[in-house]
C-alpha cells in the first residue's frame, strides 16, 4: 500500500511521516519512507522550485511509490504538491492508497517557518513558494485530514493515524501496542 502525506511545507507532513515510521518499522519490516525533500537530494537537485518542476518531482515520487508497492512494500510519502490530477493519478494507480492531508493556514506555516519560505516569499526574496505564489490545492477527498494545530506530540498524533487506517489497523497494530 501506500500512504501519501501532503500539505503545505512546514505543516507536519515529514515530521508525521518520521513518527509513523519510527513507530511502525520495527513492527513492519517491509515499510519504506519516501520524502519529497530527500529524492529532490537523490537526484542531485536538478529541478527548481517553478510549478512545473514540483509536478516533475511528484511524478518522480510516484513512480518510485508505485515500484515500491508493487513488491509488496507498504510506502510512506512526504509530498508537497497536491494537484487534483497528481492526487487522481494516485487514487487509480497506487496500490492500497490512502491520502493524508496535513491542513494548516499560512498563520500558523508563517509562525513555525523553519525554512525561512514564507518570510523570505513574503518579502519578495524568493518565489515559487507553494502556497505564496504557486497555487496550493489542497486535497479535495483525502482519506484522512490532520489538523497542525493540534497541541499532540507528534508520536501520539502518528498513533492517532495509524489507528485511523484500516490496513495498518487490521495488521493488529493498535494503539495501546504501538506503545508498548
Known sequence: MVIWVTGLSGSGKT?????????????????????GDEIRAAFGDDLTHVEADRVRQIKRIQRIAQVLAKQDLVVLVAALYAHPDLLAWNRANLPGYFEIYVKADLDLLGRRDSKGLYGKA???????????????????????????????????????VIAAIPALRATSLAAGELTK
Open 15 to 35: 515530521t508525521l511521516c518520521e513518527a509513523m515510521y519510527s513507530l511502525l518499522k520495527p513492527r513492519m519490516q517491509h515499510l519504506v519512507k519516501i520524502d
Open 122 to 160: 513574503g518579502r519578495g526574496e524568493i518565489k515559487d513558494v507553494v502556497g505564496v505564489d504557486i497555487p496550493w490545492h489542497a486535497p479535495q477527498h483525502p482519506d484522512l485530514v490532520v489538523d497542525a494545530k493540534s497541541a499532540k506530540a507528534p508520536e501520539q498524533l502518528s498513533i492517532d
